[in-house]
Structure formats: structure tokens, C-alpha cells
């Protein structure tokens, strides 16, 4: 299918992509584009690992605000903007190149479902965990990254029905909102997050609020909005509802299982390990979308429960009835990580098969000999 995307953004149509097209022009033509996206990915990657080197709970900031050194605050600015850059003009390299394939949108729209999570883990790590005076409480976390999720969902079972991308303005926003974050954080330091700002709410506050605002009152009604346009311009990809539907049981399956173990979890899991709790619905999220992405461009049917639900299932059935007593912790970090080993399996096997279907190389611009 043709790839469509349509951009409304004030803030990317007037000001970010006359920076892009600037940035474009120094990328020589013999990279690929698609080495452009995961180059961006290994930066969002690595930058998370170093800032859960040195705030492994999510405390630094709130106990010893010194912990997390100024540099890191700054790096994480550098490669936030870094990552945005490469994720904005990986798309006008291959059209430039005369390479853009099926391969580098799902590659481009996989990376970012899990990215999406990446760059929330790593901004709680300004705010820090909550210790009864400042700091944001693991629950608050947890919503907060479903939020970004749910939104990320939205635009592609919009496309799933539409076969048109409208991209979110939450995306441009947020990456410009991240790395102002960082900057702020690194040259003033974390104790700015820890002071109220206006009428008693602090800074986390308010972005909370702005990330509710944005999802509730702008971004979903876009999504049904632009849907139900589609549908009276009998434009819709699905005639039914259940087929309209279908994309979105998956994923809403997996917040309800994973909200009944963070709150029924007998050893609060959530409290104990965060970090690794968080990341772990990051990766089986991105692993439900990605299906959805595939079944999207392919013009098939999404499966109505994703393989990832049943293991969740009994995992979660074995920690909230008890079954798991001390080993629950044990339990979530082998599980984790089989899950990140799978969906990195998985990315690599699809990767590998449409790069022979198609007959071009994931990382290079050569042509593949025919066989």
C-alpha cells in the first residue's frame, strides 16, 4: 500500500521542517535511510540505560539531586534532539534516494512504538519518584505512560481504518517539551521540578495535565473525527465495526491485564520495581502494535488476541493469587526479559523476510544480486 501521512502541526509545518530540510542537505546520498532511524533508536537506547545507570528507582532527583551528573541532563537533551532529527528526515532521505519501501515505514513506525515508551521512562527520571515532598508516585507513572501509549494506538488504528497517518500534534510538542526538560533540568539542576511553580502545582503537574488535556480533547476526537469523515466519504478501509474494531482488542486486553497486576499485586510490584515493571509493558506494547502496523500495510486481519496475552496471563494469575509469594520479583525479571528477547527476535525475523521479499538490504543502499 502507498504510504500516506498527513502533518497539521503550526509548530512542524513552520518551524521544525524548515529546520529539517536545512539538517537533510549535510546527509550524503549513499546512507540508507533506514540507518538514519535506528541510528536515532540506538541513541534514545543507549541514553536510557546510562540515566538507569545512575538512578536505577527513579530517586536520584528527589533524595540527592547531585546523583545524576549535569552532563547526563544535557546529553539526554542532545540525544532527544538528536533522535527527533533522525526520526524527522529519515522519511525525506528516502524519498530523496528514490528508496522508500514498505520495509523502512514499518521499520520506521516498529522503532517508534518503542521509542515512544523509551522517552517517557527517561523523563520520569527528572521528576524521580515520589518521597512524600516532592516527585511523582509510580502509579502516576504507570498512567501517564499508558496515556502516551493509548495515543500512539490511536493514530495507527486511525490508519488501520483510514489508511491515512494523521500525524499526532502531541508527537512534535512532546519531543520539543523533552528537550527543553533536559536543558532546563541541566543547567539550573533537578530542584526546579521540586518547587511549585503556580497556585502550589509544580512543574510535573501541570505537564501531566497538559498530557491528559492533549490526549482526551485533541488527539482522540481527531482520531474519531478523521474516521468518521472516512466513513462518510465511504473511504473506510473496513466495512464493519467489528472489523474496525478488531485492532484495538489486543491492546486494551494487555492494559487491563497489566493494571490488575500492578493493583492486586501482593508484594506491590509496581512500588518495588518500577523501572523494570515499566519497561517491560513498554516492550509487550510495542510487540501488539507492531502486529497491528504489519496487518495495517499488508491489508490483513489482526488476530483477535496477540500470542504475548496468554503467557501474560498465567504470570499475572500466578503473582496476584499468591502462587509466586517472594519469587514475584524473581519472576518479573525473567519475564521481562523473554519478552524484550522475543520482540527483538521478532523485529529482526520480519526485518529479515521483507528485506528478501522485497530484495534490498535493511542497512545499505546496494542492490541485492537475484538469485
Not at 67 to 93: E, Q
Not at 298 to 315: D, I, N
Not at 346 to 351: E, L, Q, R
Request: net charge neutral.
Amino acid at each position: 500500500s502507498q504510504y500516506s501521512a498527513v502533518d497539521t502541526n503550526p509548530l512542524s509545518v513552520y518551524i521544525m521542517q524548515p529546520i529539517w530540510n536545512k539538517i537533510i542537505k549535510i546527509v550524503p546520498l549513499w546512507i540508507a535511510p533506514n540507518l538514519l532511524t535506528f541510528s536515532g533508536f540506538i541513541m534514545i537506547l543507549f541514553n536510557y540505560f546510562l540515566i538507569s545507570f545512575y538512578d536505577w528507582d527513579y530517586t536520584a532527583s528527589g533524595t540527592s539531586p547531585g546523583l545524576v551528573p549535569t552532563w547526563v541532563w544535557l546529553f539526554s537533551a542532545f540525544t532527544t534532539f538528536c533522535a527527533y532529527a533522525l526520526d524527522s528526515i529519515d522519511g525525506k532521505h528516502a524519498r530523496r534516494t528514490q528508496s522508500s519501501t514498505p520495509l523502512g515505514e514499518l521499520f520506521d513506525h516498529g522503532l517508534d512504538s518503542w521509542a515512544t515508551s523509551i522517552f517517557v521512562l527517561s523523563f520520569f527520571s527528572v521528576c524521580s519518584r515520589d518521597n512524600g515532598k516532592t516527585g511523582v508516585s509510580v502509579y502516576t507513572m504507570y498512567i501517564y505512560l499508558s496515556i502516551v501509549l493509548f495515543n500512539f494506538m490511536c493514530s495507527h488504528w486511525e490508519k488501520y481504518n483510514t489508511g491515512v497517518l494523521f500525524l499526532p500534534w502531541g508527537y512534535d510538542i512532546s519531543q520539543v517539551v523533552l528537550i527543553a526538560a533536559y536543558l532546563l533540568t541541566g543547567t539550573v539542576g533537578v530542584e526546579v521540578w521540586q518547587k511549585p511553580l503556580l497556585f502550589g502545582y509544580y512543574i510535573t503537574d501541570l505537564l501531566v495535565i497538559l498530557l491528559i488535556g492533549f490526549s482526551l480533547f485533541l488527539s482522540f476526537p481527531q482520531t474519531l473525527y478523521n474516521i468518521h469523515r472516512a466513513h462518510l466519504k465511504k473511504t473506510l478501509k473496513n466495512d464493519s465495526l467489528y472489523e474496525g474494531l478488531l485492532p484495538l482488542v489486543s491492546p486494551l486486553l494487555l492494559f487491563v491485564l497489566l493494571t490488575v497486576w500492578v493493583v492486586l499485586s501482593p508484594s506491590n510490584i509496581l512500588a518495588k520495581q518500577p523501572r523494570l515493571f515499566l519497561w517491560m509493558v513498554g516492550v509487550a506494547f510495542s510487540n501488539v502494535i507492531c502486529k497491528v502496523i504489519i496487518c495495517q500495510m499488508s491489508s490483513t486481519r489482526p488476530e483477535l488476541f496477540h500470542w504475548f496475552l496468554f503467557p501474560l496471563a498465567l504470570v499475572v494469575y500466578a503473582a496476584i493469587s499468591g502462587l509466586l509469594g517472594r519469587m514475584e520479583e524473581a519472576v518479573l525479571g525473567v519475564f521481562t526479559a523473554l519478552v524484550t528477547a522475543a520482540h527483538v527476535h521478532y523485529g529482526v525475523c520480519v526485518g529479515r523476510q521483507l528485506s528478501e521479499h522485497l530484495n534490498i538490504y535493511i542497512f545499505s543502499l546496494k542492490k541485492r544480486v537475484q538469485e
